[in-house]
Each structure stands twice: as structure tokens, then as C-alpha cells.
């Protein structure tokens, strides 16, 4: 995939270094972004202005066919012979330093052994401070702007299938029952996990939170699954051929809700709507985090704008970007910054109390030139029978 990294090669002019160097395998998102290459191992990826790879013979043909590497190196054309991590440091400087390059940036995140390793060589190292590849990904081209559509197209089969689940179990006993047993969080799950291997997506672990459960934002949910209670269900697959995410949340409530929660449900739904309002290129997330706690406030429901050390209410910021991790920038918090076109954000809020359990409302935004567009086609209701 083609990548736009002006933004990198003007902060390896304003820092006065040479390159920028990642030692990590696929698992942290910059060095996926920087390669474009899937390596479960650790690799090098070096970019000078052009992008350069250091890989295991076991990964060589591949990251030539398939990272956009200009070039790609093997620990074999340094005549390593498994010596060990001297060894290995050596060909490190010696793979940097053949190109000319003599200082690197690295992310804080870097393996402090490499980066010492290096400055024993003679590679002068300075730590990236300002995570500028983090600042690149929040951007996303249309070709990302895809990839997270299909993500969030498999998200929302499997939020059906999770939905229709509970509108056929029946309350009995005040717990939910289906095919003659008890309806659990993992069971629904279970339905969500299949769904997404169908559509090319899956997770590690997603929320299936009832009652009580759902007054812990990140609860994941367990056991048996209540009449009358509010289930919240927030996934957020991750695309297995392009590593994009989704992300979505619905509250949903088998058998009769109490009032009180009706009216939390409606109420969460006018703080995502004014949210909304305010997102456009310029708008900051502090601007966007404000409009949904106004809403709460003006209905007279605490929010942590209002009183840091509320332990119910709406407790949590109203959103994040989405890319190649589910949590990115930007950030729609007290401290947000401007929105920009081709960012990817939820919006999120939410209200919590022990006493009521949970109701959050999750849409996933592209902020467009003249606004934004919601990728998020799923409808929004609280009963499902």
C-alpha cells in the first residue's frame, strides 16, 4: 500500500538524523504501517527515504514479494551464523551503517538493548518522543478508509447474529434461556467469534456485559445473561487479510426495561447525536467530548467533566481513533486535539451506575472535508423483543 511519509522525511530533517528505525514484529502497529510487511518475528524496517528490511531467512522471499521495501536484507548476507545477540547487534549496525546512515530515530517503545547496542557501534540513537509514525497512521488514506468499511461490514453481521440470539431466548426465572439452556455471555460470544471467521474478521476478546457487568465500561462479561437488564455488546474486529479494526457498541435489553434505563438509552442516544454535530476538520475532540457531556449535564446526570471523582454517570472520554490498532489517536477527551480529514474516530458515550448496570452507544465517524460520514449501518434500539 502506498504511503504518504512527507511527514517523516521533514522530521528526519528537523531532528537532524538520518533515519528512523524500528526493531519489533508486525504486533506493534508502526512497524506494520512502516514495512507493510506481516512478520510474527522481530525485524528491522530502516527508512531513509527509502524503506529497508533486515529479516530471517525464513522471511525473506515473502518480504520481497509482499512489504513495499525498496530493499530487503537476510542475516545470511552478513554471514551470521547464530551467534548470538552480539552477533546479531553487530549486523544491525553493519545493515545501517552500509547505507550511509550513521543516526537513527527510535520509538520510545524500542528495545533498549538495540538501541544501546547500537550507540556501542557507533550508531548515534535519539528516542522519538513526539511518536510521529502514530501521528502519520491517524490519517487514513481511501484505501484504509476501505479496509476499515470491511472490517466494520463483518462487525455489524456479527452484532445481528448477537442481537438475533437474545430476541429468541426466553426469560425464565429472570435469566435468559435458548434451546432448552441458559443463555451466557459466552455463548453469545461464541456467535459473535463465528460470525466474524466468516467474514474474514476476528478478535481476541469482546464485551458481552449484563447488569451490573455493564456498569464497568470494560468489563468483558461472563455467565448467565438476565431478562430486563441491560446487555451491552461492544466488538471490535480486526480484518485478517488487512489488520484494519471496527469498532461498535449497542445496548440491548431482553424483556422489559425499566424506565429509568429507557430513558438512559434516549438520553445516550442525544449525546451521540450533539457529538456528532460538532465533528468536522478543525473541531477539536475536547470541542466533541463537551458537546456529549453537555447533554448529560443539562439532563442532571454527572459526568467526570463535571466531577472527577464520580464513580458513575458518564466516566470515560467519548471516543478514539480506529486503524491498525482499535485504540489510536486521535482522542476525543479533555485534552483532544484538532480533527482532521481522513481521521477515524468513534463516538461513544455511555452512562454506569452498579445500581442500573450500563447503556453505551457506539458509532464508528470518517471525518470528511465538509463534515463526516458515518460507516456505521446499524440501527440503534434497546428492546429486542
Not at 533515519?19 to 506493534?28: G, R, V
Not at 479533555?334 to 454506569?352: A, D, F, N, Q
Request: glycine content about 10%; aromatic content about 6%.
Amino acid at each position: 500500500m502506498a504511503r504518504d511519509l512527507t511527514r517523516l522525511d521533514r522530521f528526519l530533517t528537523d531532528e537532524s538524523v538520518d533515519a528512523y528505525l524500528i526493531d519489533a514484529s508486525q504486533e506493534e502497529s508502526d512497524q506494520l504501517y512502516l514495512s507493510d510487511f506481516t512478520g510474527p518475528d522481530p525485524f528491522l524496517t530502516l527508512y531513509d527515504g527509502q524503506t529497508h528490511l533486515l529479516v530471517s531467512g525464513l522471511e525473506y522471499g515473502r518480504a520481497q514479494t509482499d512489504s513495499r521495501a525498496e530493499t530487503v536484507d537476510r542475516y545470511a548476507d552478513y554471514d551470521y551464523d547464530y551467534g548470538g545477540s552480539e552477533q546479531k547487534h553487530d549486523i544491525h549496525a553493519e545493515f545501517i551503517q552500509s547505507r550511509g546512515v550513521n543516526s537513527v530515530a527510535m520509538p520510545r517503545r524500542a528495545p533498549v538493548g538495540t538501541a544501546d547496542a547500537l550507540r556501542e557501534r557507533g550508531v548515534e540513537v535519539i528516542v522519538d518522543e513526539s511518536e510521529i509514525i502514530g501521528d502519520i497512521r491517524e490519517v487514513k488514506t481511501d484505501v484504509e478508509v476501505a479496509n476499515v468499511e470491511a472490517a466494520q461490514r463483518a462487525n455489524e453481521a456479527a452484532m445481528a447474529a448477537a442481537e438475533d440470539l437474545l430476541s429468541r431466548a426466553n426469560v425464565e426465572g429472570g435469566q435468559l434461556h435458548y434451546d432448552g439452556e441458559t443463555l451466557t455471555s459466552e455463548r453469545v460470544k461464541q456467535e459473535i467469534e463465528f460470525t466474524l471467521l466468516e467474514h474474514g474478521c476476528a478478535l481476541d476478546e469482546t464485551i458481552v456485559a449484563c447488569g451490573s457487568q455493564a456498569a464497568d465500561p470494560h468489563d468483558r462479561g461472563s455467565g448467565p445473561l438476565a431478562g430486563g437488564e441491560p446487555i451491552i455488546i461492544d466488538i471490535f474486529p480486526r480484518d485478517k487479510t488487512s489488520k484494519y479494526h471496527a469498532d461498535m457498541t449497542r445496548t440491548f435489553v431482553a424483556g422489559d426495561p425499566e424506565e429509568r434505563l429507557q430513558n438512559w438509552h434516549t438520553l445516550t442516544q442525544t449525546a451521540l447525536d450533539n457529538a456528532l454535530t460538532q465533528v468536522e476538520p478543525g473541531t477539536t475532540g475536547k470541542e466533541v467530548h463537551a458537546a456529549a457531556c453537555d447533554v448529560y449535564e443539562n439532563a442532571g446526570v454527572p459526568t467526570l467533566r463535571e466531577d472527577p471523582e464520580t464513580e458513575t454517570g458518564f466516566i470515560h472520554s467519548t471516543g478514539h481513533g480506529v486503524g491498525l490498532d482499535v485504540h489510536e489517536g486521535p482522542s476525543l477527551s479533555p485534552r483532544g486535539g484538532p480533527l482532521e480529514s481522513g481521521h477515524i474516530i468513534t463516538v461513544e458515550p455511555g452512562l454506569y451506575d452498579p445500581a442500573v448496570g450500563g447503556v453505551r452507544i457506539e458509532d464508528i465517524i470518517l471525518v470528511t472535508d465538509d463534515g463526516y460520514r458515518n460507516l456505521t449501518d446499524y440501527p440503534v434500539k434497546l428492546s429486542v423483543s
